[in-house]
Nanobody
Framework: QVQLVESGGGLVQPGGSLGLSCVAS????????MGWYRQAPGKQRELVAH???????TSADSVKGRFTISGDNAKNTVYRQMNSLKPEDTAVYYC?????????WGQGTQVTVSS
C-alpha cells in the first residue's frame, strides 16, 4: 500500500503565491510519475500538472507560466509552486502517484483564492 501525504494550501489573495508538496510513502515500489489534479465545486476533476521520474513535465494550459512542478526522486516527493493565483484556481488539489501501473491518490488539500 502506498500513501500520499499532501501539505500546503490555504487561503491567499488574488495575485499571491502558494506552495504544495506531496510525499509518497513507499520504499518498496518504484514511482513512475506524480502529479496534481484539482476539482472546483460543481466541476470535474482536471489534471493540473504531471512529472515523470525522468522529470518530463506537462501542465494544463490554464496554469502554464504561473504554476511549476518539480520532483525529488530520492524523497518520493513532488512540489507545486503556484504564482499569480486567480479566483478560478480555487479548488481542492489532489496529489496522484503512478506506482508500477497503479494509481494512488492523496486526500486533497483546499486552495482558496479570494480577497
Amino acid at each position: 500500500q502506498v500513501q500520499l501525504v499532501e501539505s500546503g494550501g490555504g487561503l491567499v489573495q488574488p495575485g499571491g503565491s502558494l506552495g504544495l508538496s506531496c510525499v509518497a510513502s513507499t520504499t518498496t515500489f518504484s514511482i513512475n510519475a506524480m502529479g496534481w489534479y484539482r476539482q472546483a465545486p460543481g466541476k470535474q476533476r482536471e489534471l493540473v500538472a504531471h512529472i515523470t521520474r525522468s522529470h518530463a513535465t506537462t501542465s494544463a494550459d490554464s496554469v502554464k507560466g504561473r504554476f511549476t512542478i518539480s520532483g525529488d526522486n530520492a524523497k518520493n516527493t513532488v512540489y507545486r509552486q503556484m504564482n499569480s493565483l486567480k479566483p478560478e484556481d480555487t479548488a481542492v488539489y489532489y496529489c496522484i502517484a503512478d506506482v508500477e501501473g497503479a494509481s494512488y491518490w492523496g486526500q486533497g488539500t483546499q486552495v482558496t483564492v479570494s480577497s
